[in-house]
């Protein structure tokens, strides 16, 4: 068992000696050696060195929630959790963190991860979450940083020697504050100009990067061996031993561009998902359209037919591509943009019934002015609204149900011979559902009110499906990859 007087002593310590680089730094190049400096130069030496190493979260208000720990293991942990408690609140304020202790809360159970980001963005402060796991002879410590604005939370796990747990716990809370504070472009804590290098993190402290590699490789595939499909349809060969080649072609460029963007640029499994809804529901409106509207006046319907999808597919790349340079897509906003083809789409074909008074005649056209419209709006709203998962799929839920529910009770105005305005009534009955379940639904998963959401039971969170690496598998020392297809995000 660990001393929590021995825990703080042991921070204090490691923030003072990493405080002592930072002075030095300040200190202007031309000042004298130290033998020489004059009273009035080591006066106007410390000023300078307390303005550059100034964080940009000094005196932000802090919460550091208690150390959470495993059900099983709360009697024989508490002791080492609240040494780490009183550590990490010394050591916060050591970093120029204003320590609350009025939000802590009583309970170490393992806060929910959405619920705490909500929290930290209602009230506009840190919250400092860390967690213990005992691992025999070692302690497995995680990390977590909550900031105001963020829609992601800073993680550090690391296993670690018991008798170290104090020096790393204050290394690591130093390091997220770090990157904390470059993120938002100011200077570091401690005067440093970087997070921690990569060996002092760690084992399990390598962050993640590019978590949507593979996803956005498949899509790009896929959409390449099209592309190369609908270049030889529109030039009106039907050669196979052009049909190959270009496929091959395409696929294998489609593969390289996504993995030279991957290496390039942090692409997550959201950001893959919000790229492909601009490659695949724009190509789709392109086809609809043209069916509906001009191939009928068209020389070779099937040859332009293709080139007008490859115009929407190129056209909603680059609209996706100009939404993600806004920043990072949230996994609710990725879904909120496919979601709005395929309802888009739904609503442009009752448009379309009702314009016509023809329920009978497939509305072609409708369908993909719906799409394409129903897309681009909601890939704009993605990226200004806040949304999770759990939500947009409960709206999608609410839509269809309200509009098949009108639609089943409406039915009887369709049957045997109906006349127009019959058909209109029932495709106006069909929307009016579509409509009210879907507001519905929304009405039911908004937030009464800012922090109310943390104080209540969280919604599933269904996440976003991800291509790749999902496990490991080990034999005696020898390890191999298991590659499949997993979801992202955990499920109550």
Request: charged share 15%; proline share 6%; aromatic share 6%.
């Amino acid at each position: 068992m660990i001393d929590p007087w021995h825990l703080r002593g042991r921070a204090r310590a490691l923030a003072l000696a990493a405080a002592l680089p930072a002075f030095v730094v300040a200190l202007p190049a031309s000042a004298e050696p130290a033998g020489a400096a004059s009273p009035a130069s080591a006066a106007t030496a410390r000023p300078a060195s307390a303005a550059t190493a100034q964080p940009a979260s000094a005196e932000r208000p802090t919460v550091v929630l208690p150390t959470a720990l495993a059900p099983d293991a709360v009697e024989r942990a508490a002791p080492l959790a609240s040494a780490l408690d009183a550590l990490l609140s010394d050591t916060a304020q050591d970093l120029g963190l204003s320590v609350e202790l009025a939000g802590r809360a009583a309970s170490r159970a393992r806060p929910d991860e959405a619920e705490l980001i909500e929290r930290a963005r209602a009230s506009d402060k840190l919250f400092i979450a860390p967690s213990l796991e005992l691992r025999g002879d070692d302690v497995e410590l995680r990390l977590a940083l909550a900031s105001g604005g963020a829609r992601s939370l800073r993680v550090r796990v690391e296993r670690v020697a018991r008798d170290e747990l104090a020096v790393r716990a204050a290394v690591m809370l130093r390091d997220l504050v770090a990157e904390l504070d470059v993120g938002a472009g100011a200077a570091s804590p401690l005067g440093q100009e970087a997070p921690c290098s990569e060996p002092c993190r760690g084992r399990l402290a390598t962050p993640a990067r590019s978590l949507g590699k593979a996803t956005l490789a498949a899509n790009a595939t896929l959409y390449g061996g099209l592309v190369g499909f609908s270049i030889q349809r529109s030039s009106g060969s039907d050669d196979p031993r052009l049909l190959y080649p270009l496929l091959a072609v395409g696929a294998g460029i489609g593969l390289g561009g996504a993995i030279i963007i991957a290496e390039e640029w942090d692409v997550g499994v959201a950001d893959a998902w919000y790229l492909g809804s601009g490659t695949w529901w724009p190509t789709i409106a392109g086809h609809l359209i043209y069916e509906g509207r001009f191939a009928e006046h068209a020389e070779d319907p099937d040859q332009e037919r293709w080139a007008s999808g490859l115009i929407g597919g190129t056209a909603g790349i680059t609209l996706a591509a100009l939404g993600l340079s806004l920043g990072r897509m949230s996994e609710g906003g990725a879904l909120m943009a496919q979601s709005g083809g395929g309802l888009g789409l739904t609503l442009g074909g009752l448009v379309e019934w009702a314009a016509r008074g023809d329920v009978q005649r497939t509305p072609i056209a409708g369908m993909g002015y719906g799409a394409a419209l129903g897309w681009l709006a909601a890939a704009a709203a993605a990226t200004q609204l806040d949304m999770t998962a759990a939500q947009v799929l409960t709206i999608d839920v609410g839509a269809l149900l309200g509009g098949l529910g009108a639609a089943a009770l409406a039915s009887p105005l369709v049957f045997e011979s109906p006349t127009q305005a019959q058909q209109r009534a029932w495709v106006g009955a069909a929307a009016g559902g579509f409509l009210l379940g879907a507001g519905v639904a929304w009405y039911v998963t908004r937030p009464a009110f800012a922090g109310a959401r943390a104080a209540s039971p969280s919604w599933n969170r269904f996440g976003l499906p991800m291509m790749g690496v999902i496990g490991e598998s080990v034999v005696g020392s020898r390890r191999a990859p298991a590659l499949g297809l997993g979801w992202q995000g955990a499920i109550p």
